[in-house]
């Protein structure tokens, strides 16, 4: 994995070496990811220049430096990620005449990309990535991000071009760039505990949305989808014997894929229904005993690492755990604003941080379980949704109204105490619709738009994914939508945020089986009975799969998320610091 920056001024005169100098201080401050090569191409007289920083994961020699020229010279590459069918695409081409130098994913992306075009290659090409393209003769960039948003890039529109970078900080060190905070952007985030993209808390930076080709030329940039979800439940399926095979045929070559590397690969194992499975199937298939890793805590409510030991010790993996105290969680907390770039509140990013510095002390590359909860409905805020729905729409409309003027009359009204319940019962009497029940129960803060000055009243209008919300669930599959809402804006704008940035920090490159867009479009097209319910236990098909590895006494329990116990920490051991 890698980190990649750079920019293009189309109508700007510098010397080579002053763009040599701009570049390589972006580059320089993403040495974290990519710890193991460093390098730039510019080309002055079209005003371009690219960083790159290698973390060397497949072919370890200098073939895969990038910056990359493509064979006919015609293309400029500087690519963060892995393709995990670079090996059938490498033969497929070499039949076509191809010749390469190395045995590098970035050299099978160039080529494709040089012989069939950037769309096609894109549609074609499965993995986790986000890169930077020069088209030398068209004098144009093409900026492309994977289609669940796995891998960050960043953009900056300038009077003369585009800015662009794996994080944040490296735009920070582009010479004559003043950050100006956005405060619809900081709405968002007290309300949702991120930045949703497209924007980012910065005035005039976004992010490229999963699925997303950039198109920037001379006055214009241009971006479309290449990628997007189709109809839910639109597969023809017959039984769901044939769903449930097909999916373990499709997550084990998933697995499969992203065991190869010519780095230690291990596992992250929570003792959870997705992360066991990953870990099982992924065992099956190594000659070895898997390395898995997993994060305990004192408190017992929060501690999953027993279970994770139990399904290590069944399946005969080779386990390590680390009990993290609130002193570690101290000691991260001043990195995080190094980490994450911009506000990110999600509590888990304490042990997901701490989670990637124990395994990158072993392992190089990890396999994750992220994405099982967003496609097999596995969250119980689903269920939560369309019960208080229900509930909500039952009530006269004239008790809505007197309970909205209430509401109104006690906004100021202390908040604490007794008074809490009565409040959130107040506040869901004046819930109308689904998105609006969604938005209650997934908020920190529902009336942020009172502390930040400028900023829109929703913070709806900073995010796609939650606008798409309709008013009522479809009855054939009312958790779709919710889904939906997770997949295109929670899953890539928290989760996957949350990964990237605390495995990099650590130089591990993360990866995710569940996320491979074949196993995400077979779930999607499944038939809500099956992939869609909101009845406990949840994702039953995932369950069902588990069951043939590991015994259901070892992972059939509610599902918990990755809990931290911060409230006893700053009632604890951290109560003076916080004072």
């Given at each position: 994995m890698c980190g990649i920056a750079g920019f293009v001024e189309f109508?700007?005169?510098?010397?080579?070496?002053?763009?040599?100098?701009?570049?390589?201080?972006?580059?320089?401050?993403?040495?974290?990811?990519?710890?193991?090569?460093?390098?730039?191409?510019?080309?002055?007289?079209?005003?371009?220049?690219?960083?790159?920083?290698?973390?060397?994961?497949?072919?370890?020699s200098a073939a895969g430096h990038q910056p990359m020229v493509s064979s006919d010279e015609r293309y400029v590459l500087s690519y963060n990620g892995e393709l995990y069918d670079h090996r059938e695409l490498r033969e497929e081409l070499e039949g076509a005449g191809a010749r390469f130098r190395g045995s590098s994913d970035t050299e099978v992306l160039l080529e494709l990309c040089q012989r069939e075009g950037v769309e096609r290659a894109l549609e074609r090409i499965n993995g986790m990535f986000a890169f930077a393209l020069w088209d030398r003769r068209e004098r144009r960039l093409a900026l492309a991000r994977d289609r669940l948003g796995i891998k960050p890039l960043y953009w900056l529109r300038r009077a003369k071009g585009v800015a662009f970078a794996s994080e944040l900080k490296a735009l920070r060190a582009l010479e004559g760039w003043t950050p100006a905070l956005d405060?619809?952007?900081?709405?968002?985030?007290?309300?949702?505990?991120?930045?949703?993209?497209?924007?980012?808390?910065?005035?005039g930076v976004s992010k490229l949305e999963p699925g997303t080709l950039l198109w920037v030329e001379e006055g214009l940039a241009r971006p479309r989808r290449y990628w997007q979800l189709g109809a839910p439940g639109s597969g023809e399926w017959t039984t769901r014997a044939e769903a449930l095979q097909r999916c373990e045929e499709l997550l084990s070559d998933s697995v499969r894929r992203r065991l190869a590397a010519d780095v230690p690969v291990g596992v992250f194992l929570s003792g959870g229904v997705d992360s066991s499975?990953?870990?099982?199937?992924?065992?099956?298939?190594?000659?070895?005993?898997?390395?898995?890793?997993?994060?305990?805590?004192q408190s017992e409510a929060d501690d999953e690492a027993p279970y994770a030991r139990a399904v290590a010790e069944h399946l005969g993996c080779e386990h390590t755990e680390l009990y993290m105290q609130s002193g570690d969680a101290l000691a991260l907390v001043e990195r995080l604003g190094d980490l994450y770039d911009e506000p990110f509140a999600d509590s888990s990013q304490l042990p997901t941080a701490l989670l990637s510095q124990l395994t990158r002390s072993s392992v190089t590359v990890a396999l994750a379980g992220d994405g099982g909860d967003e496609l097999f409905a596995g969250y119980t805020r689903y269920r939560d949704c369309l019960e208080l729905l229900a509930k909500v729409q039952r009530l006269p409309a004239p008790l809505r109204e007197l309970a909205r003027a209430a509401r109104l009359r006690t906004r100021w009204a202390p908040d604490w105490g007794r008074?809490?319940?009565?409040?959130?019962?107040?506040?869901?009497?004046?819930?109308?619709?689904?998105?609006?029940?969604y938005l209650h129960l997934t908020s920190l803060w529902e009336e942020p738009h009172e502390l930040v000055e400028g900023a829109a009243a929703s913070a709806l209008a900073c995010s796609p994914a939650l606008r798409e919300l309709p008013a009522r669930p479809p009855a054939d599959d009312p958790l779709a939508p919710l889904q939906r809402a997770d997949l295109l804006g929670y899953l890539p704008d928290?989760?996957?945020t949350k990964v990237d940035r605390a495995s990099m920090a650590a130089s591990l490159e993360v990866r995710l089986p569940l996320l491979d867009h074949r196993l995400v479009e077979?779930?999607?097209?499944?038939?809500?009975?099956?992939?869609?319910?909101?009845?406990?236990?949840?994702?039953?098909?995932?369950?069902?799969?588990?069951?043939?590895?590991?015994?259901?006494r070892l992972t059939d329990r509610p599902k918990r998320g990755f809990r931290v116990p911060v409230e006893d920490w700053l009632r604890g051991p951290l109560r003076s610091q916080c004072e």
């Amino acid at each position: 994995m890698c980190g990649i920056a750079g920019f293009v001024e189309f109508e700007a005169t510098r010397a080579a070496a002053q763009l040599e100098r701009r570049v390589a201080a972006m580059g320089a401050t993403l040495s974290h990811r990519g710890p193991d090569d460093a390098g730039t191409w510019v080309d002055a007289g079209a005003g371009v220049a690219l960083a790159h920083r290698r973390l060397s994961i497949v072919d370890l020699s200098a073939a895969g430096h990038q910056p990359m020229v493509s064979s006919d010279e015609r293309y400029v590459l500087s690519y963060n990620g892995e393709l995990y069918d670079h090996r059938e695409l490498r033969e497929e081409l070499e039949g076509a005449g191809a010749r390469f130098r190395g045995s590098s994913d970035t050299e099978v992306l160039l080529e494709l990309c040089q012989r069939e075009g950037v769309e096609r290659a894109l549609e074609r090409i499965n993995g986790m990535f986000a890169f930077a393209l020069w088209d030398r003769r068209e004098r144009r960039l093409a900026l492309a991000r994977d289609r669940l948003g796995i891998k960050p890039l960043y953009w900056l529109r300038r009077a003369k071009g585009v800015a662009f970078a794996s994080e944040l900080k490296a735009l920070r060190a582009l010479e004559g760039w003043t950050p100006a905070l956005d405060p619809e952007a900081l709405l968002a985030y007290l309300r949702l505990q991120y930045v949703p993209a497209p924007r980012t808390i910065y005035q005039g930076v976004s992010k490229l949305e999963p699925g997303t080709l950039l198109w920037v030329e001379e006055g214009l940039a241009r971006p479309r989808r290449y990628w997007q979800l189709g109809a839910p439940g639109s597969g023809e399926w017959t039984t769901r014997a044939e769903a449930l095979q097909r999916c373990e045929e499709l997550l084990s070559d998933s697995v499969r894929r992203r065991l190869a590397a010519d780095v230690p690969v291990g596992v992250f194992l929570s003792g959870g229904v997705d992360s066991s499975l990953v870990a099982a199937l992924g065992q099956r298939v190594s000659p070895t005993p898997l390395r898995t890793f997993s994060i305990g805590f004192q408190s017992e409510a929060d501690d999953e690492a027993p279970y994770a030991r139990a399904v290590a010790e069944h399946l005969g993996c080779e386990h390590t755990e680390l009990y993290m105290q609130s002193g570690d969680a101290l000691a991260l907390v001043e990195r995080l604003g190094d980490l994450y770039d911009e506000p990110f509140a999600d509590s888990s990013q304490l042990p997901t941080a701490l989670l990637s510095q124990l395994t990158r002390s072993s392992v190089t590359v990890a396999l994750a379980g992220d994405g099982g909860d967003e496609l097999f409905a596995g969250y119980t805020r689903y269920r939560d949704c369309l019960e208080l729905l229900a509930k909500v729409q039952r009530l006269p409309a004239p008790l809505r109204e007197l309970a909205r003027a209430a509401r109104l009359r006690t906004r100021w009204a202390p908040d604490w105490g007794r008074g809490r319940g009565a409040r959130r019962r107040l506040r869901r009497a004046t819930l109308r619709d689904l998105r609006e029940v969604y938005l209650h129960l997934t908020s920190l803060w529902e009336e942020p738009h009172e502390l930040v000055e400028g900023a829109a009243a929703s913070a709806l209008a900073c995010s796609p994914a939650l606008r798409e919300l309709p008013a009522r669930p479809p009855a054939d599959d009312p958790l779709a939508p919710l889904q939906r809402a997770d997949l295109l804006g929670y899953l890539p704008d928290d989760l996957l945020t949350k990964v990237d940035r605390a495995s990099m920090a650590a130089s591990l490159e993360v990866r995710l089986p569940l996320l491979d867009h074949r196993l995400v479009e077979l779930a999607w097209s499944l038939p809500s009975e099956w992939a869609r319910r909101w009845e406990e236990p949840n994702k039953p098909l995932l369950r069902d799969l588990l069951a043939r590895h590991v015994p259901r006494r070892l992972t059939d329990r509610p599902k918990r998320g990755f809990r931290v116990p911060v409230e006893d920490w700053l009632r604890g051991p951290l109560r003076s610091q916080c004072e």
